[in-house]
């Protein structure tokens, strides 16, 4: 075990008074565990004790036992004994120490060796906070929990860089227990993989777990790729999805994550036409748990580095909430391109947003907030100008704050017909303008006239 996670399990217990070992001036002797001195419950452990040359004897004592744990001949050349447990136990569990006999007397004690003993059980789970990915330098939560009460929790950083730390438990909003770990900055310099543990305070020397392992993906800026789901973001409990990340920048490999999920899966990269990879994830029949927003990365085989997230994704599933909206077009159905429509979706129960979606679109539904009016929680979907993209057949849904990837049952669908413009008829149009030009030539003709006989009036005065 780590010095870090011996000195956070330590909890300062004393050596029962009643063991003597008297101490000369041999030199003190090594103790350690083999595989590891943590070890999961039945598996085999060897505690190794060595001291020096000459030695008769090797004694091994557990702290709060009166009586030696055990004693052992030193093996050839003399300087070392082991004491084997073929089957670890719970009861194995503790804090050890050794010491050697030689002609001249019994050396002092080791320094003492924490044998923890890991057992599966409260089912621990390791979440990361909003999700496993993580920018470069960016920071996570990491959220370990378990339906049992532990006192304590701890996490294991597991690579090259190992560290352990320990946080007490916090009771959690419905049952069991669960601990916070704020964690970075991280960088991909290396490989970020976690487990945790819980325990009762009095009895730290046995751990349950552990948790499943979680790996943090760190994301560069590399270029994003894309993600979709070929089925649709809206999907039905028992449907199957499967989610699609792709890019033309030629990843070996893709990761998938969803926000607040525990795992990343990831998948080889293919090549399905030139220039393109590809990478599918198959999630299986659709549950509950599906609906959330997802992201994708693409990386390289010989680079821990992955590329800066796809947009988001949110995938959707329907028939969760026990009310099914109305939908309907004002004025109608129909409408000639260049007219405005309204798609009014309407439910008498509580929906705090409705959704829009047009069957064959590959753009994300649209969202709106509710409004309460005439006893009826409704939304007003306003197309304006309409074109012959907007032609096709919608459906609604409403969701709740608290949960905005579950939906409630389909609208009836509402097919939008568009027509072409209505042909303009210009006939009182043109008798207009013809009138208009016809006064303009009266009032030129009065001016002109006017004129005329403002002129003659001065020669008819001379003539007389």
């Not at 030689?102 to 044998?115: H, K, Q, T």
């Not at 900055?185 to 730290?204: A, D, E, I, K, L």
């Not at 009014?344 to 753009?363: M, P, V």
């Amino acid at each position: 075990m780590t010095p870090t996670l011996t000195a956070l399990l330590c909890l300062g217990l004393n050596l029962d008074p009643r063991i003597h070992v008297h101490a000369g001036t041999l030199p003190k002797p090594t103790l350690w565990a083999e595989p590891d001195s943590m070890i999961a419950l039945g598996s085999p452990v060897t505690i190794w004790c060595q001291g020096t040359l000459g030695a008769k004897e090797y004694r091994l004592d557990k702290e709060g036992s009166s009586e030696p744990w055990d004693t052992q001949k030193p093996l050839e050349p003399g300087d070392k004994a082991k004491f084997n447990i073929p089957f670890v136990t719970e009861q194995n569990a503790g804090r050890y120490r050794c010491s050697y006999h030689s002609p001249a007397g019994w050396s002092e004690r080791s320094d003492p060796l924490e044998l923890v003993v890991t057992a599966p059980y409260g089912e621990l789970t390791l979440t990361a906070l909003p999700s496993p990915a993580v920018i470069s330098g960016g920071k996570v939560t990491l959220q370990c929990g378990s339906w049992l009460e532990f006192d304590k929790f701890i996490l294991t950083k597991e690579g090259e860089q190992k560290f352990n730390w320990t946080q007490d438990s916090q009771q959690h909003s419905y049952r069991g227990s669960q601990a916070l770990f704020p964690v970075g900055p991280v960088t991909p310099s290396h490989r970020w993989m976690f487990r945790c543990y819980g325990y009762q305070r009095n009895n730290p020397w046995v751990l349950a777990g552990p948790s499943d392992l979680l790996e943090l993906l760190v994301s560069g800026s590399s270029r994003k790729p894309s993600l979709l789901s070929p089925q649709g973001p809206v999907l039905a409990l028992g449907q199957n999805l499967i989610l699609q990340c792709r890019s033309d920048v030629g990843y070996d490999r893709f990761a998938l994550s969803q926000e607040g999920g525990r795992g990343l899966p990831q998948r080889p990269g293919r090549q399905p036409q030139a220039g393109l990879t590809q990478a599918e994830f198959p999630l299986g029949p659709v549950s509950h748990s599906h609906g959330g927003q997802y992201r994708c990365y693409g990386g390289h085989n010989l680079s821990s580095k992955w590329s800066a997230p796809s947009d988001p994704l949110d995938i959707l599933i329907a028939g969760q909430i026990p009310d099914t909206p109305s939908l309907s077009a004002q004025p109608g159905p129909m409408v000639a391109s260049g007219e405005d429509v309204t798609l009014l979706c309407q439910s008498s129960r509580r929906i705090d947003t409705f959704l829009l979606t047009k069957e064959g679109a590959t753009d994300p539904p649209l969202r709106l907030r509710s409004k309460y009016k005439a006893r009826r929680y409704q939304a007003e979907f306003s197309m304006s100008p309409v074109t012959s993209a907007h032609g096709g057949t919608y459906r609604c849904y409403g969701s709740r704050s608290h949960s905005p990837y579950l939906l409630s049952l389909s609208s009836d669908p509402l097919e939008l017909m568009v027509s072409a413009p209505h042909p303009q008829d210009y006939t009182v149009e043109n008798l207009v303008h013809m009138g208009v030009a016809g006064l303009i030539l009266v009032a030129l003709g009065i001016l002109l006239f006017e004129n005329w006989y403002s002129q003659r009036s001065p020669q008819d005065a001379a003539r007389r």
